[in-house]
T-cell receptor
Framework: DAGVIQSPRHEVTEMGQEVTLRCKPISGHNSLFWYRQTMMRGLELLIYFNNNVPIDDSGMPEDRFSAKMPNASFSTLKIQPSEPRDSAVYFC????????????FGDGTRLSIL | TQLLEQSPQFLSIQEGENLTVYCNSSSVFSSLQWYRQEPGEGPVLLVTVVTGGEVKKLKRLTFQFGDARKDSSLHITAAQPGDTGLYLCAGEPGGSYIPTFGRGTSLIVHP
């Protein structure tokens, strides 16, 4: 049973470049979450989709960040233009909707903006 | 301000010692979850506690949910190096489906 798949695992790019992170959730899960993890701030929720619809994007830092979920099996998180302070590990997680449903995380994308 | 406060932030102990980590909030949670995260990987669910006062055991790990459903603890007996990792608590306050995570307790168990 495949888990949540994220790509790329690592990304190093120069500031100002566009960065696209990808996520394939677990089949049958209808909730998808994007998180950012840093030492300073811990794990922060960026955006939450339910049935492919963005429900809460209050955690998205600013307009440079955007996320899409065109279908139930794929989501992207895009940063344009990227800045050094965007360097972090970005996680995607999926779950069934409903209380006490566990989230299944991918292994993350380690992003470094030079 | 963190909705879920975890303590201690860091813990470094010797193999065989016991330890307890805490997850506290001023808000009521319908459930709380504990995850463990190892370097280079995403968090993995350990347990979900749902009922106030509930105690769940997972081998050497004991999880407790406070009676008022505002706090939880994780006790590890006879810690082993394989227990090393970041322990995160998470929950959905007030029936919301939006999860919130604590900052975590980073545990190192030395052989």
């Amino acid at each position: 049973d495949a888990g949540v798949i994220q790509s790329p695992r690592h990304e190093v790019t120069e500031m100002g470049q566009e960065v696209t992170l990808r996520c394939k959730p677990i089949s049958g899960h209808n909730s998808l979450f994007w998180y950012r993890q840093t030492m300073m701030r811990g794990l922060e929720l960026l955006i939450y989709f339910n049935n492919n619809v963005p429900i809460d994007d209050s955690g998205m830092p600013e307009d440079r960040f955007s996320a899409k979920m065109p279908n139930a099996s794929f989501s992207t998180l895009k940063i344009q233009p990227s800045e050094p302070r965007d360097s972090a590990v970005y996680f995607c997680a999926s779950s069934m909707t409903g209380g006490a449903q566990p989230q299944h995380f991918g292994d993350g994308t380690r992003l470094s903006i030079l | 301000t963190q909705l879920l406060e975890q303590s201690p932030q860091f813990l470094s102990i010797q193999e065989g010692e016991n330890l307890t980590v805490y997850c506290n909030s001023s808000s009521v949670f319908s459930s709380l979850q504990w995850y463990r995260q190892e370097p280079g990987e995403g968090p993995v669910l350990l347990v979900t506690v749902v009922t106030g006062g509930e105690v769940k055991k997972l081998k050497r790990l004991t999880f407790q949910f406070g009676d008022a459903r505002k706090d939880s603890s994780l006790h590890i007996t006879a810690a082993q190096p394989g227990d090393t990792g970041l322990y995160l608590c998470a929950g959905e306050p007030g029936g919301s489906y939006i999860p919130t995570f604590g900052r975590g307790t980073s545990l190192i168990v030395h052989p």
